[in-house]
């Protein structure tokens, strides 16, 4: 059974940093398909970043420029560097991947990290 973890968020000050990690375990493919969504109170689950085959990544409109996504040297592993935050980035991050080879399409999500921009 395929798991993700997540780690890396906390408290920040307005304008700082914050790198989220995500290993998955549990399965010996690839998992070239992930990304990472968050959900702030109230408020429904949005995609921020994704990384799919070929590297291919694609951002929230409101983080370009300031998020970036990549992957860890160790296999299936995920990175969301977050730079120049705003409070309204304030939000529980969840990690998510795409298991290959499933048809209808299977997800995995993570626990989340909460993340927490202070003003």
């Known amino acids: 059974q395929v798991q993700l973890v997540e780690s890396g968020g906390g408290l920040v000050q307005a304008g700082g940093s914050l790198r989220l990690s995500c290993a998955a375990s549990?399965?010996?493919?690839?998992?070239?398909?992930m990304g990472w969504y968050r959900q702030a109170p109230g408020k429904q689950r949005e995609l921020v970043a994704r990384?799919?085959?070929?590297?291919?990544?694609n951002y929230l409109d409101s983080v370009k420029g300031r998020f970036t996504i990549s992957r860890g040297n160790a296999k299936n592993t995920v990175y969301l560097q977050m730079n120049s935050l705003k409070p309204e980035d304030t939000a529980v991050y969840y990690c998510?991947?795409?298991?290959?080879?499933?048809?209808?399409?299977?997800?995995?999500w993570g626990q989340g990290t909460l993340v927490t921009v202070s003003s």
């Open positions: 990384i799919t085959g070929g590297d291919i990544t």
């Open positions: 549990g399965t010996i493919f690839s998992l070239n398909d």
């Open positions: 998510n991947a795409v298991i290959p080879f499933t048809l209808p399409r299977v997800e995995v």
